[in-house]
Each structure stands twice: as C-alpha cells, then as structure tokens.
C-alpha cells in the first residue's frame, strides 16, 4: 500500500475552513446569458458537507440556469446502504434510498426558489441492482411514485481499484458492471426506459464498454469524464494514465448508447492537487487544465453527447460555482454555437427528458 501521504485525494477542507479560502478568488459570471442545465449536483440537510436549497439557489443565481439533475448521495436516509452483495431481497432493506427521492422531490415542490430555477428537475436514484430483474423492477416503480414525475434513472457507485481503496466510495465489490446478478437488475432499466449514470475509476471502463454492448437500448451516462484519478501509483505516471484514459474514451465512444458528463475534475481524486495551494485557482488556470479532457471527450463523443455537471459540493473542494463554470466557458470558446448548447444544456435536457 501507498504512503498515506499519496493519497491527497481523502485530504478536505473542512466547510468554515473552505469558505474562507475560497473567497480569495470571487468571479462575476462569464457570458451569464447561456443557457446551463446542471447536470449533477448534490443536496445534502447537514454535516459538512451540508449543500441545501438555500445554497445552490444562491449559486446559480447570477447565471442563466434553467434546471439541474440532482444525483443520489444517500441524502434524506440513514444510510450509505451496502452495496457489498445481492442479499437486499427484504423491501425493508433494497427500498431504503426510496426515501431519499421523496426527501429530495418534497424539498423542492413548491419551493418558489428551486421552482423558478428548475432545481431537481429530474432525480437519478441510489439503487441496488445486484437484487435482481424483479426486485429490481419493483425497486424502479417505486422510486418512480416518490419522484413526483422526477425520476429518470438510477446510479449504482461501481468505483473500485485495488491500489486506490480508501478512495473507493461505499467499497462496491469489484467487477460490478459484469456480475450477472447486476446484469439481471440492469434488464429493469431496459424494460422500464430509465438511463444509468456509471460512476467509476478510469481503469473500469473496459467493464462499462462490455455492458454497454449487451444492453444497447439503456441509455448510459457516464459520470465524471470517466472518475479521472491521479493520486496512489496513478500520481508517479500522470501521462501514461492521461492517454490509457484517452483510449478507453476513444473506445466507449464507440457504443452510441453511452453520454459523457463532464465533472469532478474538482474532485481531490483527480489528482490536481488545487485543494492543496495556498490560493484557490482562478478560472483561467482551471481552464488551462482541464482543456485536454473537454476537448478529448468532445472528439471523441461529440458535443451532442457531452454534458456538463457541476459535482457540487464536491467540487467545491477546488473553486466555487461561477468560478467552474467560467472555467468550462473559457475552455470552449473555440467551439461553434451549436456545440456549446449541446454541452451546456440541450444534451442534459434530451438524455434527462427535461422537457
């Protein structure tokens, strides 16, 4: 195992301590007449990592954001639940994060902040697929009743690497996409016509391009440009990883049923190591260096399968929410009108059914 000390990536800021280093480096918006759907946002009531209502509403409130994607993150439940094994067939036990898209759908019924912003317009749920077609089926009916007509699809974390484990979030059991238990609950998306958002570490991707070539007609969305990770051994060989994820990119591109959205470059994982300066970045260097990434994926996916989502307030770990997006903004000026809408919001809005 690694020195601890090239695992940076578990290295946060603590919330009073953030807000204070991330106030060096305030933004006015770029461009703030584009259109933005955020595509991947979080909502959590409390802790310290607590990002409520009140705070993603002030955050986009200079920009032009009509409606966000919230994504599970055990939010309105005890839990996280485990995902370790199949054994869940108890509807007290595989319905838990049912609870999560009432607490989020009720949060923002009616609030005139999120309404007026379309905040959680549509809701990816937490679930346990490895239960099986038929519990599975179940599980999808009923987060589609709590939704409140939110409900788009499910994600299930698969990110796994053995010489990255206690970055690995909830420790899912390795091979995950692959084990035919998943593959029987995955069939539920298909029959249903609900997507999945993967999230997983860059060397897995191998895993999704199998899945995503027996289930052709789930719609997937792959999180995070692919869970970037440049801490652990990844650190020591920062371009032979870049072009290794280049070529999976390359190759999952190839699987017309699979969107990529971008994000979590924020994220202490990604290996930047921006949560460690002194100063926050600025959106010029945030720019500078997530270019290759956005103009990778681009190519390879095309803008009209490329989104955009913020990760917040995981992200926040590096710059605060105009300063991300002005850094997205500047990274595609060189792109023509049609391609920044896509990635900005009308690829989100078909893949999510946001109309």
């Known amino acids: 195992m690694p ?77 996280p639940i485990d995902y370790t094994a199949g054994s869940h067939t108890n509807p007290a036990d ?19 902040r999120a309404e007026a912003n379309g905040v959680a317009k549509a809701i990816v749920a937490g679930g346990n697929l490895l239960v099986g077609e038929a519990a599975a089926l179940d599980l999808l009916q009923s987060f589609a009743e709590a ?23 909830r ?29 997983l570490f860059s060397p897995q991707i191998p895993d999704l391009i199998l899945l995503a070539r027996r289930f052709p007609d789930v719609p997937i969305v792959l999180d995070h440009f692919g869970g970037i990770v440049g801490v652990g051994p990844y650190a020591k060989w920062p371009k032979e990883s870049f072009r290794q994820w280049r070529a999976y990119a390359r190759e999952l591109a190839t699987c017309p049923n699979v969107t990529m959205k971008m994000g979590g470059l924020g994220m ?25 990434y956005i103009d990778t994926v681009v190519e390879a996916f095309g803008a009209a399968r490329c989104m955009i989502g913020s990760n917040f307030p995981v992200d926040r770990q590096t710059s605060e929410y105009t300063t991300l997006w002005n850094a997205y903004k500047l990274a595609t000026r060189d792109y023509s009108s049609e391609e920044r809408q896509d990635l900005f919001s009308k690829t989100a809005r078909r893949v999510y059914r946001l109309d």
């Open 3 to 79: 020195e601890n000390a090239a695992f940076r990536g578990n290295i946060y800021r603590q919330k009073n301590e953030l807000d204070v280093w991330l106030s060096q480096k305030k933004e006015a918006p770029i461009e703030p007449e584009l259109a933005i759907v955020d595509a991947h946002h979080h909502l959590w009531p409390s802790g310290e990592r607590s990002y409520e209502i009140a705070d993603i509403t002030a955050d986009i409130s200079e920009m032009n954001v009509i409606s966000t994607v919230f994504v599970e993150c055990c939010a309105g439940y005890e839990g």
């Open 94 to 112: 595989y319905k838990i994060p049912v609870a999560e898209v009432s607490y989020i759908a009720d949060l923002v019924r009616g609030d005139p």
């Open 147 to 169: 939704g409140q007509s939110r409900f788009r699809g499910i994600r299930q974390p698969a990110a796994w690497d053995c010489a990255i484990g206690p970055l690995a979030w």
């Open 171 to 199: 420790s899912p059991p390795p091979g995950l996409l692959l084990d035919e238990r998943f593959q029987s609950g995955f069939k539920a998306l298909e029959t249903l016509g609900l997507s999945f958002d993967a999230w």
């Open 268 to 292: 202490p994982a990604a290996g930047f190591g921006f949560h460690l300066e002194t100063e926050a970045p600025d959106s010029a260097k945030l720019a500078q260096t997530w270019k290759p």
